[in-house]
């Protein structure tokens, strides 16, 4: 889950495809769109404006969108592909190396209308390869009959669960034995997963995860563990499901985690909300990984242009606020974030505000190579097996050793 999360997490459990097409008038030119599973309905307006405005027909397939590149790689070079399909940005780098992917031609005064972290999500080595859909990242979601209003920052939630643990009871809870969930701090304390060259480009062999910024948010991390402020069960393979058991069974007062699990908490009878990450002790908000979904064009488009085109119109404001209408995936264009539909919405507001603090997970292969070794790191820093410093010294060894071997490998 935490290396492809917004592959795992957004993933349709349907299986199979459905295909449905929007009749347009007869025309000579067409295009092909694959779109999420269960989500045509939230573009379907949109499409209908399109074919009405450049005489052309769209023909959308649904397919769960975490497999639609593996799809590519067969139906594209057969040419029965698509024109335009749906990615999550973790795919993204490995799409590109291999040639799957056409890069975008965009007026940057629609990139500006998007969050900057979504934009980047999409981009590789300064080229734009796709417009972003919808976001999810990490949130903070409590229980209102356990906390009033949320505190505003981590060491307002650390003293409270101190109090409550003099009482037996459970404040907050987090996985942050696990590099996903404590990158909240580790990035905006000065930490860094991989540095980038002067062109801007991400180096895989200058790993930041042991500089003296990272250290400190580690040992200000370590704290709820060892003052036994997180119950033992939450540290290690099964700890997301401690904490989620905690949590609907109204023992926990809150809980780190993202919209997936608004479902669950609401079936179990919670009453929730949810509000942005606390900010850290230097005053700055806690970050997050971005999830990010958006569109991007085939390689094997025969018409590239017009794929543009299509990609731009459907994401005009009054589209985008349909689409989180129907389907409500949170998107990052600003004017719709910025809207009541949104901003009245509570937990859709807190995605939304968490997500212009969020950084989007490296997109090169070699980001696989950075979870095993950091996350070891942290669940011996927070055990109390090694000190944060010695722990994120001998990661970082690791995964360089790891990632030279990758390379060496591929040459």
Known sequence: MKIT??????????????????EASAAAQQLTVWEDIKKSDGIKVAISDFEKQYQVKVNVLEMPFAQQLEKLRLDGPAGIGPDVLVIPNDQLGGAVVQGLLAPLTLDKSILA???????????????????????????????????????????????????????NKIGLLAKFDELYYSWGAVSPMGGYIFGKDSKGK???????????????????LKKFYSEQLFPSGIVGENGLNAIDSLFTEKKAAAVINGPWAFQPYEAAGVNYGVAPLPLLENGKPMSAFLGV??????????DKTLADKFITFINQPKYVKTRYEV????????????D????????ASAVAEQSKFAVAMPGIPEMGEV???????????????????????SAVKQIKMQIEAMQASNQ
């Not at 999409?122 to 979601?141: D, H, R, S």
């Not at 979904?293 to 025969?302: A, H, L, N, Q, R």
Request: charged share 15%; hydrophobic share 40%; proline share 7%.
């Open 5 to 22: 999360l917004c592959s795992a997490l957004l993933l349709s459990a349907l299986a199979g495809s459905q295909f449905v097409v929007f």
């Open 113 to 167: 209308g998007f969050t900057p972290s979504s934009v980047d999500a999409f981009q590789m080595n300064g080229t734009q390869y796709g417009l972003p859909k919808a976001v999810e990242t990490l949130v903070l979601i409590y229980n209102k009959d356990l906390v009033k209003t949320p505190f505003k920052t981590l060491d307002e939630w650390f003293n409270f669960s101190r109090q409550q643990h003099e009482q």
């Open 202 to 220: 991400l180096n895989p062999l200058d790993i930041g995860l042991n500089t003296p910024g990272a250290v400190d948010a580690v040992t200000t």
């Open 293 to 302: 979904k958006g569109y991007v064009v085939s390689t094997w488009s025969k």
């Open 327 to 338: 389907t409500k995936e949170i998107p990052p264009l600003l004017a719709v974030m910025n």
């Open 340 to 347: 009541p539909v949104i901003k009245n919405d509570e937990r």
């Open 371 to 393: 979870w095993g070794p950091a996350n070891a790191a942290l669940q011996l820093s927070m055990t109390g097996k090694q000190s944060p410093k010695d722990a994120l010294d």
